[in-house]
């Protein structure tokens, strides 16, 4: 039982790069979530989706597009990234009532 | 919106003291409570949670009580110790689990 899992754990990408961070649960759950953590900042929200098939801008949306296809994955694109866009990205499962949020180990990421 | 407003830090104390952390929110209804703590180069693991006034959560030596008449959920343990060194964050969630706020983080630091 993995809970929440993350890939990659480390990547560097070059400015106007882009890529995808994977997430999967093996929780069950329905919600699902993408953070990023900086320094001084603690988490913002950049995108959520509620079921299978729905998604939800965060606080922090542009510059990312996600996609869940499945009850278990969730993933984020950076369709071309920036420098602005280092940090360290967490995935997120959320369960309903308390509706708590598990984490997975984190993505972090480093554009140059 | 909702927020939490969290004491500023870094904490640091000597192994063995008392540790509080105040954490202060505003929201609308009844919302559920948390505290989280991430360790160096990890995700967040819930450390403990309350979903209703005058509730307490504890987990591993740390508790915090659900106070709705003063809108706080401050976390305290009674002897710190050095493997206790981490950020620690408090966070709600509404009643319908759709608006997840976290605050700030507070970095506590515990010497030998």
């Known amino acids: 039982n993995a809970g929440v899992t993350q890939t990659p754990k480390f990547q560097v990408l070059k400015t106007g790069q882009s890529m995808t961070l994977q997430c999967a649960q093996d929780?069950?759950?329905?919600?699902m979530y993408w953070y990023r953590q900086d320094p001084g900042m603690g988490l913002r929200l950049i995108y959520y989706s509620a079921s299978e098939g729905t998604t939800d801008k965060g606080e922090v949306p542009n510059g990312y597009n996600v996609s869940r296809l499945n009850k278990r994955e969730f993933s984020l694109r950076l369709e071309s990234a920036a420098p602005s866009q280092t940090s360290v990205y967490f995935c997120a499962v959320g369960l309903s009532g308390p509706y708590e949020q598990y984490f997975g180990p984190g993505t972090r990421l480093t554009v140059t | 919106g909702n927020s939490v407003t969290q004491m500023e830090g870094p904490v640091t104390l000597s192994e063995e003291a008392f540790l509080t952390i105040n954490c202060t929110y505003t929201a609308t209804g009844y919302p559920s409570l948390f505290w989280y703590v991430q360790y160096p180069g990890e995700g967040l693991q819930l450390l403990l949670k309350?979903?209703?006034?005058?509730d307490k959560g504890s987990n591993k030596g740390f508790e915090a009580t659900y106070r709705k008449e003063t809108t706080s959920f401050h976390l305290e343990k009674g002897s710190v110790q050095v493997s206790d060194s981490a950020v620690y964050f408090c966070a709600l969630s509404d009643h319908y689990g759709q608006n997840f706020v976290f605050g700030p983080g507070t970095r506590l630091s515990v010497l030998p």
């Open positions: 929780m069950n759950h329905n919600s």
């Open positions: 309350a979903t209703k006034a005058d």
